[in-house]
């Protein structure tokens, strides 16, 4: 998994409830994702933070929010969880300047959240 | 229109055939492109980069067409560990290392 580690595996909620998944690599990336990945709709990117410090909004950021507060972690916050967001997460990285030149992400092993 | 879209699944071929995977994609802009692999509940991983004249590795060969902006992915030979959901994947054009993920096709190989 190019070092990328998430936290819990697996974690069931009850509808307002709040949790933090957690991400950390230890590849001194600085690119770092999160994405939810649904039945038939691919992996949609929630929220991405091209360094420490920074963060950006993706393709379906409403009812999260993120933290980089250092190189090494970026976390992902459910303040009041909806079923809506019953999901697969994963956390990525960017190795910039891969095979060929490319940029390529690799994925942790993902999150499995049911929320009820 | 979807940014990235596949052939819809699922695929299923017996032991030894050859399959097609097709891709296209709508950025223009995009100049990275990928196939990664997906098993049942695991992580995507990457499968192959595909540069512009084309590019094979063993049993899988990759292409791309840039006019048409067409992605393709053949795997000769089918083995039953080929099984799993592929995914075209493109860079989002402009926007650093942001990729943008076709939804997947399936392939079941059989005995």
């Known amino acids: 998994n190019a070092g990328v580690t998430q936290t819990p595996k697996f974690q069931v909620l009850k509808t307002g409830q709040s949790m933090t998944l957690q991400c950390a690599q230890d590849m001194n990336h600085n690119s770092m994702y999160w994405y939810r990945q649904d039945p038939g709709m691919g992996l949609r990117l929630i929220y991405y933070?091209?360094?420490?410090?920074?963060?950006d909004k993706g393709e379906v950021p409403n009812g999260y929010n993120v933290s980089r507060l250092n190189k090494r972690e970026f976390s992902l916050r459910l303040e009041s969880a909806a079923p809506s967001q019953t999901s697969v997460y994963f956390c990525?990285?960017?190795?910039?300047?891969?095979?060929?030149?490319?940029?390529?992400?690799?994925f942790g092993p993902g999150t499995r959240l049911t929320v009820l | 229109r979807k940014e990235v879209e596949q052939d819809p699944g699922p695929f299923n071929v017996p032991e030894g055939a050859t399959v097609a995977f097709n891709c296209t994609y709508s950025n223009s802009a995009s100049q990275s492109f990928f196939w990664y692999r997906q098993d049942c509940r695991k992580e995507p991983k990457l499968l192959m980069s595909?540069?512009?004249s084309g590019n094979e590795d063993g049993r899988f060969t990759a292409q791309l067409n840039r006019a048409s902006q067409y992605i393709s992915l053949l795997i000769r030979d089918s083995k039953l560990s080929d099984s799993a959901t592929y995914l075209c994947v493109v860079n989002a054009g402009n926007q650093g290392g942001k990729l943008i993920f076709g939804q997947g096709t399936e392939l079941s190989v059989k005995p």
């Open positions: 595909v540069y512009s």
């Open positions: 990525a990285i960017t190795l910039m300047g891969g095979t060929g030149g490319h940029n390529e992400q690799f």
């Open positions: 933070s091209a360094s420490e410090g920074t963060t």
